[in-house]
């Protein structure tokens, strides 16, 4: 691996960063973090990364992602919910398994949101990365889903997110969010690490 072009680019990253992407940046790590942990802090970190990504994916044609984010602070507001309201005699929504059932949904909510995703931005934008875009946010709407409801394989679904939002953020010019998503996906898999282990917990 060339370190050399990693340092480089993560110095012109920081060097083209705003204000508002360094927060985004900070937040959205903290909320990965608190994901990881199962601590309900990952809501309200995701929470202020998201709204400040609405703007940031507005102005730079990202406009699936847009929705994206904008989908996330909803799901944001009703994992909170769910995390912090328990099924009756448990004090705590455990982590779970997919069922089959449950794997068959995600799938076809994958496919069916990433083909109207690219006919909206095809047909009705000037987005320049429509497959992209599509792609990305058609993932981590279903990571986003599972994620809610606790279950591992959601970590599945984000270290695909991250892994092709790395080189789609870097062609768009947002050196220090496609960094980010680097480090996602290294954050991803350990939580899905984190999460196998849980759920053998709360299983036993």
Known sequence: MDFQWLLDGLKEGLQQMSLLEGIAVFFG????YYSIKENIWVYPTGIISTLIYVWICFQYKLYADMGINAYYFSMSIYG???WTHPK???TVLPVTWLKPSGWFFSIVLLLFSYLVLYLI????TDSDVP???SFTTA???VGMWLMAKKKVENWIFWIITDLVSVPLYFYKGLILTS???MFFTVLATMGLLAWIKS???YAA
Do not use: N
């Open 131 to 133: 497959y992209w875009d």
């Open 80 to 82: 909170w919910y769910v």
């Open 139 to 141: 993932s981590a709407f």
């Open 121 to 124: 931005l095809s047909q009705f």
């Open 179 to 181: 960094f980010q998503f």
């Open 29 to 32: 790590i903290a909320s990965v």
């Open 199 to 201: 759920e053998r917990s």
């Open 88 to 90: 009756e005699g448990k």
